[in-house]
């Protein structure tokens, strides 16, 4: 019985940046009831054994916004898939810059891969969400209010927010458009970006649990949700709806 | 809507960049500063509408990565600035998913990526005079949403908040940093980007709208939100965001795509 209503309710779900982090983390949150694709720069064989049972997976750096996109839609086109339920645009960056200054390099790359291909692969993957009156999420983060340790960072993520805020507003009843803002996480995030939080890291919320906040709030459909502390302690990992 | 950071009300400034300087808000900037006996430095893509004999004219477009790395040496030389405005920006209107990803792109890197990468050059190499102020123009958008226009609104979300993430540093440099959030102005890119039949006499005069964002800017204010019905939209979007990006559909978006 349950098997059959897992079957004829699994979804179809991209989710790009989910080699690694948060992105990996919600990956394996769905993958026992939903078919996913994920996305992400490492090469097929390192991501071998480390992909959940039945996911797909596309090589696709979005450092090149223009070329990733492409690469995603014919990776998905080559899965055998027409439609999406869901796409959660996760993949991310950032930088710490030593002096609270980006160089051009950090801007351009932090913007690339956090806001212009989240947006160049929201309007490719729009026909196919929409086929299925899907959700499209943006992962953004904490920071999008501003920030003096990661302003290039914060910047992007701002930009998400607002992206966010009027594409839904514009695709309302067609697809549903969310943002949401996970709070500090014990991923790696914070050692790639050059910063070490010191003592701050033990207030950090474990993966697995910011996963399963960010899954309830994808069922959810809502729009801009916070996924911090507050939260948690109100039972947002245990709680709320399932996908 | 913003606190002082300590500069002199009614500094006048002595040399000074705006970027966009050319057509629109970013000329109203130039003539009020030409008025007040400043050298000014422009950046546009094009010369024309400018009298070069009036200003230092740089060429560049900002949606070329290449163009503005070329000259960013020539804009820190041209300093050091006692104002340096932040200003050139470009749109496109209508469904999201008809604009053409180029369109997207080039808005980002005009609206989002330039002035970041030219504010970061200019304060790390010392290139504005003690108690300088660095300008940002984004946009009443970013309090209301805009659908019809979402890459430009997150454009100037980005703008908005990497000018907060620079604050500190910036004070430490001595550089007070004000972001103005202008609403419908009347000129041409307004025009442009408008709903066709959409009431001209409503948006606001953009020589006025330069004159009320330079006084905040010189005075040291944080923000600068021109004109009483841009205040209002700015402060109703803060708290019912909600209801105001739907009533910017409403106003906007059913319009542009009709």
Same mark, same amino acid.
């Given at each position: 019985?349950?098997?059959?209503?897992?079957?004829?309710?699994?979804?179809?779900?991209?989710?790009?940046?989910?080699?690694?982090?948060?992105?990996?983390?919600?990956?394996?949150?769905?993958?026992?009831?939903?078919?996913?694709?994920?996305?992400?720069?490492?090469?097929?064989?390192?991501?071998?054994?480390?992909?959940?049972?039945?996911?797909?997976?596309?090589?696709?750096?979005?450092?090149?916004?223009?070329?990733?996109?492409?690469?995603?839609?014919?990776?998905?086109?080559?899965?055998?898939?027409?439609?999406?339920?869901?796409?959660?645009?996760?993949?991310?960056?950032?930088?710490?810059?030593?002096?609270?200054?980006?160089?051009?390099?950090?801007?351009?790359?932090?913007?690339?891969?956090?806001?212009?291909?989240?947006?160049?692969?929201?309007?490719?993957?729009?026909?196919?969400?929409?086929?299925?009156?899907?959700?499209?999420?943006?992962?953004?983060?904490?920071?999008?209010?501003?920030?003096?340790?990661?302003?290039?960072?914060?910047?992007?993520?701002?930009?998400?927010?607002?992206?966010?805020?009027?594409?839904?507003?514009?695709?309302?009843?067609?697809?549903?458009?969310?943002?949401?803002?996970?709070?500090?996480?014990?991923?790696?995030?914070?050692?790639?970006?050059?910063?070490?939080?010191?003592?701050?890291?033990?207030?950090?919320?474990?993966?697995?649990?910011?996963?399963?906040?960010?899954?309830?709030?994808?069922?959810?459909?809502?729009?801009?949700?916070?996924?911090?502390?507050?939260?948690?302690?109100?039972?947002?990992?245990?709680?709320?709806?399932?996908? | 809507?913003?606190?002082?950071?300590?500069?002199?009300?009614?500094?006048?400034?002595?040399?000074?960049?705006?970027?966009?300087?050319?057509?629109?808000?970013?000329?109203?900037?130039?003539?009020?500063?030409?008025?007040?006996?400043?050298?000014?430095?422009?950046?546009?893509?094009?010369?024309?509408?400018?009298?070069?004999?009036?200003?230092?004219?740089?060429?560049?477009?900002?949606?070329?990565?290449?163009?503005?790395?070329?000259?960013?040496?020539?804009?820190?030389?041209?300093?050091?600035?006692?104002?340096?405005?932040?200003?050139?920006?470009?749109?496109?209107?209508?469904?999201?998913?008809?604009?053409?990803?180029?369109?997207?792109?080039?808005?980002?890197?005009?609206? &989002?990526?330039?002035?970041?990468? /030219? %504010?970061? *050059? #200019?304060?790390?190499?010392?290139?504005?005079?003690?108690?300088?102020? +660095?300008?940002?123009?984004?946009?009443?958008?970013?309090?209301?949403?805009?659908?019809?226009?979402?890459?430009?609104?997150?454009?100037?979300?980005?703008?908005?908040?990497?000018?907060?993430?620079?604050?500190?540093?910036?004070?430490?440099?001595?550089?007070?940093?004000?972001?103005?959030?202008?609403?419908?102005?009347?000129?041409?890119?307004?025009?442009?980007?408008?709903?066709?039949?959409?009431?001209?006499?409503?948006?606001?005069?953009?020589?006025?709208?330069?004159?009320?964002?330079?006084?905040?800017?010189?005075?040291?204010?944080?923000?600068?939100?021109?004109?009483? &019905?841009?205040?209002?939209?700015? /402060? %109703?979007? *803060? #708290?019912?965001?909600?209801?105001?990006?739907?009533?910017?559909?409403? +106003?906007?978006?059913?319009?542009?795509?009709?």
């Amino acid at each position: 019985m349950t098997g059959s209503v897992t079957r004829s309710g699994a979804r179809r779900i991209l989710i790009t940046g989910g080699t690694s982090g948060l992105g990996l983390a919600v990956a394996k949150k769905l993958a026992r009831h939903h078919k996913l694709l994920l996305s992400g720069r490492k090469s097929q064989i390192e991501m071998a054994g480390a992909l959940p049972r039945g996911a797909g997976y596309i090589v696709a750096d979005q450092r090149d916004p223009e070329r990733s996109t492409e690469v995603l839609l014919r990776g998905i086109r080559d899965f055998g898939w027409d439609s999406l339920d869901n796409a959660v645009l996760n993949a991310g960056v950032g930088f710490a810059p030593a002096d609270g200054l980006d160089g051009p390099e950090a801007i351009r790359e932090t913007l690339d891969v956090n806001l212009v291909a989240a947006m160049l692969q929201a309007q490719a993957l729009f026909p196919l969400l929409a086929k299925s009156r899907g959700t499209l999420t943006f992962i953004g983060s904490v920071a999008h209010t501003g920030s003096a340790t990661f302003p290039a960072y914060a910047a992007s993520k701002a930009g998400l927010h607002g992206l966010a805020r009027s594409l839904r507003s514009e695709w309302g009843g067609r697809v549903s458009v969310q943002v949401l803002h996970p709070g500090p996480t014990k991923t790696d995030m914070h050692a790639k970006a050059g910063h070490d939080p010191g003592r701050m890291r033990a207030l950090f919320l474990e993966p697995g649990d910011v996963a399963a906040m960010m899954a309830s709030a994808i069922a959810s459909r809502r729009s801009p949700v916070t996924l911090s502390w507050l939260r948690y302690l109100s039972g947002g990992a245990y709680l709320g709806r399932r996908l | 809507m913003s606190a002082g950071q300590g500069h002199a009300a009614g500094r006048k400034p002595g040399r000074a960049l705006v970027t966009g300087g050319a057509h629109g808000l970013g000329a109203a900037f130039v003539r009020r500063l030409l008025a007040e006996g400043c050298e000014v430095t422009v950046l546009d893509k094009d010369p024309a509408g400018i009298d070069t004999a009036q200003v230092d004219f740089i060429r560049c477009d900002l949606a070329s990565r290449e163009s503005l790395d070329r000259t960013l040496p020539d804009l820190v030389t041209a300093g050091p600035y006692d104002l340096v405005i932040l200003n050139a920006g470009i749109n496109a209107t209508g469904r999201f998913e008809d604009i053409s990803a180029e369109a997207h792109l080039e808005i980002l890197r005009v609206n &989002a990526e330039a002035p970041m990468v /030219i %504010a970061s *050059r #200019l304060l790390g190499t010392g290139a504005f005079t003690p108690s300088a102020t +660095l300008g940002f123009v984004s946009s009443l958008s970013h309090f209301t949403g805009y659908p019809g226009g979402a890459s430009y609104a997150a454009s100037k979300d980005v703008l908005a908040v990497h000018a907060k993430g620079l604050r500190a540093v910036a004070a430490r440099k001595g550089v007070g940093i004000t972001v103005a959030f202008p609403g419908p102005l009347r000129t041409a890119h307004a025009e442009r980007h408008a709903p066709k039949g959409a009431d001209a006499s409503r948006r606001m005069d953009p020589d006025l709208a330069a004159i009320q964002i330079l006084a905040d800017m010189l005075s040291g204010r944080k923000t600068s939100v021109p004109g009483r &019905a841009t205040h209002a939209f700015a /402060i %109703a979007g *803060r #708290l019912m965001p909600r209801t105001v990006t739907a009533l910017m559909r409403r +106003l906007i978006y059913r319009r542009l795509v009709c």
